[in-house]
């Protein structure tokens, strides 16, 4: 029972690194989608995709690339890091409409 | 700007007594969800409410969500030290199911 499985659980970058965060479910949930949580702005929508080949942006997306090539996999790319995108990372999945997320436990992202 | 407001924001009691928490927003839901998140782990549905004044209830808990389908409420009875966490709502607009605005949270200690 893996469900939606987030890795790494931490990382640290330097300021300009790039790096991807993986997110992977195993549920053939056909939406997917990327939060950042931040003490006291609750979680808010970076991206999100409701099949393969399809994404779209959510609240917050500038600084953050996805793609989705198959069902199961939604990676979160950040192409040159700052330290604003310092945050916890949620990886969502759900079947359309469905009115019910199933989160990743998260990875902690330190940009300095 | 934040849709979802929640109150309180931190709230401490003891083991035995009654709370409740808000959610408010001026916008309009198609639904309202609610979290529960523990340290370390993504959050985890606990109740999604659809109807205007609809009411719910898991065990000691009870949601209602409000008439206009603007602001939602959740109301623990007895608290036990077991319901210590922080407690999320979630807002669906109307033709957006998954993509969900979060409230600020609610950060609940339970003292044995």
């Known amino acids: 029972n893996a469900g939606v499985t987030q890795t790494p659980k931490f990382q640290v970058l330097k300021t300009g690194q790039s790096m991807t965060l993986q997110c992977a479910q195993d549920m053939n949930h056909e939406y997917m989608s990327w939060y950042r949580q931040d003490p006291g702005m609750g979680l808010r929508l970076i991206h999100y995709s409701v099949g393969a080949g399809i994404t779209d942006q959510g609240e917050v997306p500038n600084g953050y690339n996805v793609s989705r090539s198959t069902t199961e996999d939604f990676p979160l790319r950040l192409l040159s890091a700052a330290p604003s995108q310092t945050s916890v990372y949620f990886c969502?999945?759900?079947?359309?409409?469905?009115?019910?997320?199933?989160f990743g436990s998260g990875t902690q992202l330190s940009v300095l | 700007t934040q849709l979802l407001e929640q109150s309180p924001q931190f709230l401490s009691i003891q083991e035995g007594e009654n709370l409740t928490v808000y959610c408010n927003s001026s916008s309009v839901f198609s639904s309202l969800q609610w979290y529960r998140q523990e340290p370390g782990e993504g959050p985890v549905l606990l109740v999604t409410?659809?109807?205007?004044?609809e009411v719910k209830k898991l065990k000691r808990l009870t949601f209602q969500f409000g008439d206009a389908r603007k602001d939602s409420s959740l109301h623990i009875t007895a608290a036990q030290p077991g319901d210590t966490g922080l407690y999320l709502c979630a807002g669906a607009r109307i033709g957006g199911a998954n993509n969900l605005f979060f409230g600020t949270g609610t950060r609940l200690t339970v003292i044995p």
């Open positions: 409410v659809v109807t205007g004044g």
């Open positions: 969502a999945s759900s079947r359309p409409e469905a009115r019910r997320l199933f």
